[in-house]
């Protein structure tokens, strides 16, 4: 599986998690990586990207503001960190490689569930 994720879990409204993905066999630094979520019945769709140079990010309007993508080159990890979470942030999150800003790549990883409710 090239792409690991973690960091998902039942958490309260309100509550914070981080989650982490972690690459085998490439670089965080070499593509351009993303987050994405799939919620119940609904289509996968876009959470949060970051560029090859890491100085670039990018949110749906869902998450900004409370989300925040980041990567560590040394670790050759990708984070999202996850604060003041609401219902409707309940799904599971996939991390991606190789995509853009408003597309994804062909690389997915087998995702990480994360509940929020109270």
């Known amino acids: 599986v090239p792409l690991v994720e973690s960091g998902g879990g039942f958490v309260q409204p309100g509550g914070s998690l981080r989650l982490t993905c972690a690459p085998s066999?490439?670089?965080?630094?070499?593509?351009?990586m993303g987050w994405y979520r799939e919620a119940p019945g609904k289509a996968r769709e876009l959470v949060a990207t970051?560029?090859?140079?890491?100085?670039?990010?990018n949110y749906s309007d869902h998450v900004k503001g409370r989300f925040t993508i980041s990567r560590d080159g040394f670790r050759n990890e990708l984070y999202l960190q996850m604060n003041n979470l609401k219902p409707e942030d309940t799904g599971v999150y996939f991390c991606?490689?190789?995509?853009?800003?408003?597309?994804?790549?062909?690389?997915w990883g087998r995702g990480t569930q994360v509940t929020v409710s109270s």
């Open positions: 066999g490439f670089s965080v630094s070499w593509l351009y």
């Open positions: 970051i560029t090859t140079s890491g100085d670039i990010t």
């Open positions: 991606n490689a190789g995509g853009t800003a408003s597309d994804p790549g062909q690389t």
